[in-house]
């Protein structure tokens, strides 16, 4: 039953706290449930478990029932790797040619994470190659070309939107020529349930669930290669794929896309993006109509998600390195409350809230626990992991282990202990 899967997604703390099952984390908002994690360490940071060489792309790992499953792509094909979460060991590899859709260059490599459901693994390619795996073993249950079977719309940089698995269904980010702009497939198949009619077509944010008056719904920021430029936060009856609102947000450069998926507090929904609208906060009435509840152009985050908690919003804004700062918000009133560069150490960081404080994730390397509250930030411990450009996979944690991604240099996941003695 739908609503029983959402309860399981509300609910879900005390029996997957220790797993990171799906992009943005058992709450879909980068927060962990976890306690009891290493507060500080030495200068070179806490103690490396072990690490994996990868190829490459910006797929962050999903971690659930003792493995880690790693996206990556080298050799003109894309892979999906299962480690052995505590040594790191290879426990299975598949692997297919790659090919993208991208009409802006890049290599075909992943950019959309794994999704970890029911004993499935399930992957969303460059090329939008779909497949659903076998958590044990790696063997395919199912596979979809879904370029193919619904002749999507072109891209910039290839498919990005992770997949949403609620209970029987993966919902997918499209965008299709008929205007099919998400569709929920058949878990166990991979045949369509449903299809969410809008001319908006995929973004790279990816779909999130959220219960909105007591309905269960699927949020979607969505907005494709259109010129000019259309896109914005569409909510979704999550047992129909009907559109119950539609609300405008998206650069107005043709050449920009929509990263940071929905946060949702309460029944407000915060939308952002990077290029020169910044960020949104909606709010959904009872009869689901949408209303902009305030609009803060220098809340723009880019390539990351806003965290919530208790009424406020963190997150690191700015596109661009030079001008990237964090910052905190006030989600009643769209005030800005506080902006620091915490010494320029982190740029465009990704954030964890957990065990009473935030870890953060900078785009070169560097990791430090924060604390950020309505009065302001402070970095409470750092260390430099490694010195490369484009750390933008979000960290995983998952039973007091942290993974990192590092991208360039030498592409690796390593595998960090934060478990306190």
Sequence with gaps: MIGARFLLVAFAASAAAAEWPHFLGPTYNNTSLETGLLHAWPKGGPAKLWEYAKGFGHSAPAVSAGRVVVFHATGGEEIIDA?????????????????????????????????????????????????????ANGKVVWRRDLAHDYKLLPTFFGQGSTPLALGDELIVSLGTGDGKSLVALDAATGKELWAVKHAWGSSYASPVPATLHGRECVLAFQGGMDDPPTGGLLVIDAKTGAVLSATPHRAKMFASVSVSSPVVVGNRVFIAEGYTEGGLCVEIAPDFSATAAWHAPKFDTYLVSAVPLDGYLYA???????????????????????????GGK????????????????GENGDLAWLDLSPRGATVKA?????HAPETWSPPVLSDGRL?????????RVICYDLRAE
């Design 382 to 386: 750092h260390a430099k992991l490694f």
């Design 403 to 411: 993974y990192v991604c590092q991208n360039q240099t030498k592409p």
């Design 83 to 135: 480690l052995d979460a505590a040594t790191g060991e290879r426990k299975w590899r598949f692997s297919y040619a790659a090919k993208s859709n991208a009409q802006y260059g890049g290599d075909p490599a992943p950019k959309s994470n794994p999704t970890i459901a029911n004993g499935r693994v399930f992957t969303l390619g460059a090329g939008a190659a779909l497949h659903c795996l076998d958590l």
């Design 346 to 361: 982190f740029q465009r960081a990704s954030l964890i809230r957990a065990d009473g404080a935030f870890l953060c994730l």
């Design 316 to 342: 690191a804004a700015g596109m661009h390195q030079q001008n990237a700062e964090f910052a905190c918000y006030d989600v009643v009133s769209g005030k800005e409350l506080w902006r620091a560069d915490l």
